[in-house]
């Protein structure tokens, strides 16, 4: 099976402006997540979607932050305006179900790696 | 809230010595456990998984796991570990039947030495 798609590998911006990122999961993949991982840390979920609608994202920062998954497929992630402390790899996983059944394993993506200078 | 807790920042071994990853989570209820895997340039990938019974669990490419409950740990093991498991490893948790998602410690590089 096709694996999730990410897009673009990498990206540099400079603090202040936006960028975006795009992600197509898996097909039939109800879920789908959003991962900040910084240099050194382990990936911290920003938001989760179970179609098109939210389940958690709680620890999104929603004043710059924001993200969308209109038609329960594909999705994006958008940052406005950048600061330098979001230079990080964003990742995108899918899965079929909640984590928390027996066969909805998590499939991550190739991520893209953001630098704000 | 969860937690997760990997000391060993990066490990440095010669191939054919045996290895293990520490990890540690704080959560009083039950929980379910997860490996992943890193190589160079590659996403994310499941190396095992726990979710009930067997404390002792296997994953793929010879790597297995041990839930010890009363230590809140679930430690990663290989017996003999080959240049190619050069990779970064993930410990992870979540509560089973939440939609709380994948907590992860901040992960280990591993480095074999050929």
């Known amino acids: 099976e096709a694996g999730v798609a990410q897009s673009p590998r990498y990206k540099i911006i400079e603090k202040r402006q936006s960028v975006a990122f795009w992600c197509n999961p898996i097909?039939?993949?109800?879920?789908l997540y959003w991962y900040q991982q910084i240099l050194g840390q382990g990936p911290k979920l920003l938001i989760q979607?179970?179609?098109?609608?939210?389940?958690?994202d709680s620890q999104l920062p929603k004043d710059r932050f924001s993200a969308e998954r209109l038609k329960g497929v594909d999705s994006t992630l958008k940052i406005q305006p950048a600061k330098l402390e979001d230079s990080a790899v964003y990742l995108c996983?899918?899965?079929?179900?909640?984590?928390?059944?027996?066969?909805?394993?998590?499939?991550f993506g190739n991520g893209t790696r953001l630098t704000v200078t | 809230a969860q937690s997760v807790s990997q000391h060993n920042h990066h490990v440095i071994l010669s191939e054919a010595a045996s290895l293990e990853l520490g990890c540690n989570y704080s959560y009083g209820g039950t929980v379910n456990l997860f490996w992943y895997v890193q190589y160079p340039g590659q996403h994310l990938q499941l190396l095992l998984k726990?979710?009930?019974?067997?404390?002792l669990v296997k994953g793929i490419k010879g790597f297995e796991a041990e839930f010890i409950k009363s230590k809140f740990s679930f430690n990663l093991r290989k017996p003999s570990v080959q240049w190619s498991d050069t990779a970064e490893y993930f410990c992870a948790v979540n509560e089973p039947g939440s939609a709380r998602q994948l907590t992860f410690g901040s992960g280990t590089q591993l480095t074999v030495l050929p």
């Open positions: 726990y979710f009930s019974g067997d404390p």
């Open positions: 979607f179970q179609n098109n609608g939210v389940v958690d």
């Open positions: 996983a899918s899965s079929l179900a909640r984590t928390g059944s027996n066969n909805s394993p998590l499939h």
């Open positions: 097909s039939g993949h109800a879920t």
